[in-house]
């Protein structure tokens, strides 16, 4: 108790006197979780629209796929990547293992799924008629297709910053691909693992507890959003 | 010379799940005239209104639009003579103002002309005061009123309705009338609407089509 009270007062100044390594690891996590973000949302939302909006053969298998791979563990993701990247794997001139562009293509593969399956499910929920408006209107296929994406706006927003919670708070994939290497791929979630395995846990404290204000925001965020995205 | 025809329509059929629910053997609409398709709920007037706009593929039959085959791929130019105002009001998650310029930028229409279709169409409907709100600040019969404005704006040859006095105020009703004869007038368009609101239909000086059961029990009297 003696050990968790020290820890805790020891994390609370850590975070206000704004430690340096502390700071590092933030920036480090936020840089990779927002990068992979934006990568996975310009390829998962025109998937999900295009999904929602087609009438593929194969539509309702690839529907189930997408929402299989939503339960994937990310260690199995990072084990993927890592053959991909690996010296001796396909991608294995470009030196990505260990880098920090290694856990953004990473983190990345693990959330186009997710951002996929919440796009296509948003799409899909807008009224029919809109559509059928926007074709009497004269739209053509691309902006009826907008327009229909349009109104799915603020849950395909809500798509994104989930995608980004799933990766704020993952570890397999940082660990995996980045190597935990201070300064450069060290994030949040590995920090708190070495930390705790080191028996100092006033880092890892102090870093679990901006985590969890981080996951606070994003859900305040999303619900938020999740309001304005009701339709009259 | 006779009246050219705006739809001519033959062995028209139409099922959902096999079951018919609508079977025209034969009509023909003529341009610049109001059209009024009028029957109880379930007589198939929705459906052969979403087959004339050319949003609903038919079962079987032909439709031709100003002598121009429709189905099985009607083109975009095809489709833009034709706006439909559906039965319930759907207005797309923006401004007034931008809902009605929404068809005429899909027209390539420039600013300038967007403008004054605007200021004009929402003079006639009493919507100016409310050009500028969101669409979801505006209350139903508003919205009936802004809907009917998108669909007079784009002046295409044809409008089709779709029980267009629903969530439309009694007092606006005369307005609906009024715009409805002067744009058929002024602008020739052919006007098709279905209704089974009596006093609209009494309202109205246009040819009236019963509909029962997915027929028309007076195809000829048009």
Known sequence: MNDLGQSLTEALRLIVSADAEVRTIIWASLRFSISSTIIASLIGIPVGIALATSHLRFKRFIEDLLNTLLAIPTVVVGLFVYTIIMSRGPLGQFNLLFSPAAIIIGQTVLIIPLVAALACSSVSIVNPIIRETALTLGAGRLRTTLTIASEAQAALLVACITAFGRVIGEIGISLILGGNILGYTRTITTAISLQTSKGEFALGLALGIILLCVAFVVNFIIRRLGRRSIWV | ?222
């Open chain 2, 1 to 222: 010379m006779g009246v050219e025809n705006a739809y001519s329509i033959r062995a028209l059929k139409h099922a959902y799940d096999g079951k018919v629910v609508l079977d025209i053997p034969y009509l023909d609409i003529p341009s610049g005239q109001i059209c009024i398709f009028s029957g109880p709920n379930g007589s198939g007037k929705t459906t052969l209104l979403s087959i004339l706009a050319l949003i609903l593929a038919p079962s079987g039959g032909s439709v031709s639009l100003n002598e121009i085959e429709c189905w099985p791929d009607p083109d975009r130019e095809l489709r833009r003579m034709v706006t439909l105002v559906h039965q319930k009001p759907v207005l797309f998650s923006t401004s007034v103002r931008n809902n009605l310029a929404y068809g005429l930028k899909t027209r390539g229409l420039a600013a300038k002309e967007i403008d004054r279709r605007i200021m004009s169409i929402a003079d006639a409907m009493q919507i100016s005061t409310i050009i500028n709100k969101h669409s979801r600040k505006i209350s139903g019969g508003e919205a009936q009123r802004v809907i009917l404005a998108r669909a007079l704006i784009m002046e295409t040859p044809i409008i089709l309705l779709d029980e267009p006095t629903n969530s439309l105020d009694d007092a606006y009703r005369p307005l609906l009338v009024e715009s409805l004869c002067k744009t058929s007038q002024n602008l020739k368009t052919t006007v098709v609407i279905a209704t089974h609101d009596t006093n609209f239909i009494s309202s109205l000086s246009g040819r009236i089509l019963r509909m029962e059961k997915g027929t028309i029990l007076n195809p000829t009297d048009i």
